[in-house]
């Protein structure tokens, strides 16, 4: 997530020219969460020990560097809640990685969809009728003479 400079993000923003990540423009997720989230953070940083809850692959150990971030385990998009058991303390350096592959299977879906539905398909791919029964089938083509195919040269 590339960081842009910081204008017009809000109103009542007392530092214009600081650095946001440029996925939080245009997006109304901060309009998603419930109204009391900044003590669900704190509440979920507390009970985690302000540490990094991702389990990695390579040691099957947490994470454990220090967390200042609060994800969802479960996504909205994908049917998670704001409850405490679907959330977790992550690192920067994991939440950057979990937010951006969510983001990036999103945008991957979304274009599938727009491609699936804007492309006709070719003449050639599509469904042939079945053949009527009053229709008669053509004759099977005859075996050639030679083995060498049907060019004698």
């Known amino acids: 997530?590339?960081?842009?400079?910081?204008?017009?993000?809000?109103?009542?923003?007392?530092?214009?020219?600081?650095?946001?990540?440029?996925?939080?423009?245009?997006?109304?997720?901060?309009?998603?969460?419930?109204?009391?989230?900044?003590?669900?953070?704190?509440?979920?940083?507390?009970?985690?020990?302000?540490?990094?809850?991702?389990?990695?692959?390579?040691?099957?150990?947490?994470?454990?560097?220090p967390a200042r971030a609060v994800d969802h385990i479960v996504s909205h998009g994908e049917g998670?809640?704001?409850e405490d058991a679907n959330l977790q303390s992550l690192c920067d350096y994991h939440h950057n990685k979990k937010s951006g592959g969510e983001g990036g299977r999103a945008s991957g879906r979304v274009r599938a969809a727009k491609a699936a539905a804007a492309k006709p398909l070719h003449p050639g791919l599509m469904a042939r009728p079945a053949p009527s029964p009053s229709t008669p089938s053509r004759p099977p083509l005859p075996a050639s003479r030679d083995s060498e195919g049907p060019f004698p040269f």
């Open 1 to 65: 997530m590339g960081l842009i400079a910081h204008r017009r993000h809000h109103r009542r923003c007392r530092r214009p020219g600081r650095l946001v990540p440029s996925g939080w423009i245009g997006s109304d997720r901060r309009d998603t969460l419930p109204p009391n989230w900044p003590a669900t953070q704190l509440r979920i940083l507390n009970r985690d020990f302000h540490r990094c809850q991702w389990i990695r692959y390579d040691t099957d150990k947490r994470c454990l560097a």
């Open 80 to 82: 998670g809640g704001d």
